[in-house]
């Protein structure tokens, strides 16, 4: 089974903080993408990225930035943390290919205070 | 991009099977249809997905109309623990990636 993993469940942070979510996954995979989820707004991607190194902006990438130094894990970094990036937001990974499913680690819930 | 349409919310009884369907109208020749799950509190989980065969697994089956305008995911025998919002999705084409655009999705309820 894929296990996408993100480091926190909750996250409690004050405004103009810098923070950090990490997310790892375990199957090889190229591809991996940042969510976040908000009540009547769906699911929306901030970034993706497909292999080492390289990085892509989503729909909504303002305010946030990527890293991913190594295959296994990519960072969602928010540079000055504010009240309306309070949000679940969620990691997901892919093989490389035409219509390979997405798979989702269980979220970081971050609040910003 | 290709949009989808799904009910708000539907109701099924445990144990009977849940139809849930969904509209893709302009969907393109070379686009998957994908279907994940959320359980409240837990990440998506992918369900299944086709292109324009049927298909199923262990979980569920996927019938896509032959204009593949519409489909539908099937869960045979439902179960308390399949209440979730399930989401159709039509694959993206990005710039130099793929991304998957989810819509609202469909709050499925299962009565006991």
């Known amino acids: 089974d894929v296990k996408v993993t993100q480091s926190s469940r909750y996250l409690v942070k004050r405004t103009g903080e810098k923070v950090f979510l990490e997310c790892v996954q375990d199957?090889?995979?190229?591809?991996m993408f940042w969510y976040r989820q908000d009540p009547g707004l769906g699911l929306r991607l901030i970034y993706f990225?497909?292999?080492?190194?390289?990085?892509e902006k989503g729909d909504i990438p303002e305010g946030y930035s990527v890293s991913r130094e190594k295959k296994e894990r990519f960072s969602l970094i928010l540079e000055s943390a504010s009240t309306n990036q309070t949000s679940m937001y969620l990691c997901?990974?892919?093989?490389?290919?035409?219509?390979?499913?997405?798979?989702f680690g269980n979220g970081t819930r971050l609040t910003v205070t | 991009d290709a949009k989808t349409t799904q009910p708000t919310s539907m109701d099924c009884a445990e144990g009977r099977a849940a139809n849930l369907p969904c509209n893709h109208s302009?969907?393109?020749?070379?686009?998957?249809v994908y279907w994940y799950r959320q359980i409240h509190s837990q990440g998506p989980q992918y369900i299944i997905h086709?292109?324009?065969n049927n298909e199923t697994n262990e979980m569920a089956s996927l019938i896509i109309t032959e204009d593949r305008k519409s489909s539908t995911l099937i869960l045979p025998h439902a179960t308390l623990r399949d209440t979730a919002v399930y989401y159709c999705?039509?694959?993206?084409?990005?710039?130099?990636?793929?991304?998957?655009?989810f819509g609202q999705g469909t709050r499925l309820t299962i009565n006991p």
């Open positions: 997901a990974s892919r093989l490389r290919g035409y219509n390979s499913p997405l798979h």
């Open positions: 199957m090889d995979h190229e591809n």
């Open positions: 990225s497909y292999d080492v190194k390289m990085k």
């Open positions: 302009t969907i393109s020749g070379n686009e998957y």
């Open positions: 086709g292109l324009k």
């Open positions: 999705i039509v694959r993206v084409v990005g710039q130099g990636a793929q991304k998957l655009v």
